[in-house]
């Protein structure tokens, strides 16, 4: 699975837009792009996933670059909850032997 | 989203002596399992992977005598930690997939351990 790069660390504050982007220039034809948090001391969370085309849920929205080489994870309002490591990780979809594959990930701080 | 339990939730455990953590999916079957582990401000390493009725498959430099994973249905798997050690004191983490939707995993809360 391709590898990932994101910043290591955030600020944001509280009730504004985080943008957290992901660099993933390897990535291959069939690789979706996957997000997850992890708030401290818990298990990862999943947030969103997708292939090429844009994804909102109730949770967060994905922007993902035409060349696919990036992505944006979008939490329009941030709140004090939302502070956590937030993981980009791309990999085969349906493939049910395929791991996730954990990088350092971006601590996102959301500030009052 | 699919519920991950992980049991328990934190060990205490002297040097020398074994532990076990139990991972179930509580409403739905996964085939596969994986098991990570995570150090003080470190990402999840992934250990192995879990497979139901087979052997598990481990990551490379993870001891498998060390480290017993026993899938042995569709919703339990077992992480079992021999002669623990101190340095194996860690935030141990498993994840499933339900295999009939073939959807994202989902992770259980984590296991904290500490060996004394």
């Known amino acids: 699975d391709a590898k990932t790069t994101q910043p290591p660390s955030m600020d944001c504050a509280e009730g504004r837009a985080a943008n957290l982007p992901c660099n993933h220039s390897?990535?291959?034809?069939?690789?979706?792009v996957y997000w997850y948090r992890q708030i401290h001391s818990q298990g990862p969370q999943y947030i969103i996933h997708?292939?090429?085309n844009n994804e909102t849920n109730e949770m967060a929205s994905l922007i993902i670059t035409e060349d696919r080489k990036s992505s944006t994870l979008i939490l329009p309002h941030a709140t004090l909850r939302d502070t956590a490591v937030y993981y980009c990780?791309?990999?085969?979809?349906?493939?049910?032997?395929?791991?996730?594959?954990f990088g350092q990930g971006t601590e996102l701080s959301v500030k009052p | 989203g699919a519920v991950v339990s992980q049991h328990p939730s934190w060990v205490i455990c002297k040097s020398g002596t074994s532990v076990k953590i139990e991972c179930r999916s509580l409403?739905?079957?996964?085939?596969?399992m994986f098991w990570y582990r995570q150090f003080p401000k470190q990402s999840l390493m992934l250990m192995a992977t879990?497979?139901?009725?087979?052997?598990?498959?481990?990551e490379q430099g993870v001891e498998k005598d060390k480290f017993l994973i026993n899938h042995a249905s569709l919703t339990l798997s077992t992480l079992t930690v021999t002669s623990a050690h101190p340095e194996d004191s860690s935030f141990y983490i498993c994840?499933?997939?339900?295999?009939?939707?073939?959807?994202?995993?989902?992770f259980g809360q984590g296991t904290r351990l500490t060996v004394v």
């Open positions: 994840s499933a997939r339900d295999r009939q939707l073939n959807t994202e995993a989902f």
């Open positions: 390897t990535i291959s034809g069939n690789e979706y």
């Open positions: 997708g292939l090429k």
């Open positions: 990780i791309v990999r085969v979809w349906g493939n049910q032997g395929g791991k996730l594959i």
């Open positions: 409403d739905f079957q996964a085939t596969t």
């Open positions: 879990s497979n139901e009725g087979s052997k598990a498959t481990y």
